[in-house]
């Protein structure tokens, strides 16, 4: 999971700096950082419920 956030993180924060970089110059090349944790917290987020469901199916534990 680190690993996978942190090619996110640098495919969306390279993505973002071209794109937005083009559109609005500095300004949006200073919103590729903030995009790019958005993505790796998505990505991040997505595992936690995934692996958190493999648990409680494994486990029979309820961690609500």
């Given at each position: 999971m680190p690993l996978g956030s942190g090619i996110i993180e640098l495919v969306f924060?390279?993505?973002?700096?071209?794109i937005l970089g083009n559109y609005f110059g500095y300004e949006g090349m200073c919103y590729a950082s903030p995009a790019s944790w958005i993505g790796a917290s998505i990505f991040l987020t997505v595992g936690y419920f995934y692996f958190i469901k493999i648990l409680e199916k494994k486990n029979n534990i309820d961690f609500k």
């Open positions: 924060r390279s993505g973002a700096a071209i």
